[in-house]
Nanobody, 117 residues
Framework: QAPLVESGGGLVQAGGSLRLSCAYS????????ILWYRQAPGKRREFVGGIGTNGGGAYYSDSVRGRFTVSSDKTKNTIYLQLNNLQPADTAVYYCNGRLAGRGDYWGQGTQVTVPS
């Protein structure tokens, strides 16, 4: 299994919701937070939110605070990103990022979220 695998993206109308998942393997150092980023077409990758794998310490970028929620299920080795009230500006590939034990950052392959205008 890859260290981080995202899923749950799709096409949703404005105002709708999605829940993204980031499954992490034993290769990920769980003493570090797992982070969510997104990258829209033609734009730089930007931070969205992050959380400890024990579910503590969730924090968010100003652009999504109040609409997106990060959570953790340690029994499933999975981090979630709940996206509510989606808008066309939220269209992007969403990535999770974690730290490989003793080896540095790792990026998942990403999952596409599309909100048509």
């Amino acid at each position: 299994q890859a260290p981080l695998v995202e899923s749950g993206g799709g096409l949703v109308q404005a105002g709708g919701s999605l829940r993204l998942s980031c499954a992490y393997s034993e290769l990920i150092d769980t003493s570090y937070f797992i982070l969510w980023y997104r990258q829209a077409p033609g734009k730089r990758r930007e931070f969205v939110g992050g959380i400890g794998t024990n579910g503590g310490g969730a924090y968010y970028s100003d652009s999504v605070r109040g609409r997106f929620t990060v959570s953790s299920d340690k029994t499933k080795n999975t981090i979630y990103l709940q996206l509510n009230n989606l808008q066309p500006a939220d269209t992007a590939v969403y990535y999770c990022n974690g730290r490989l034990a003793g080896r540095g950052d790792y990026w998942g392959q990403g999952t596409q979220v599309t909100v048509p205008s």
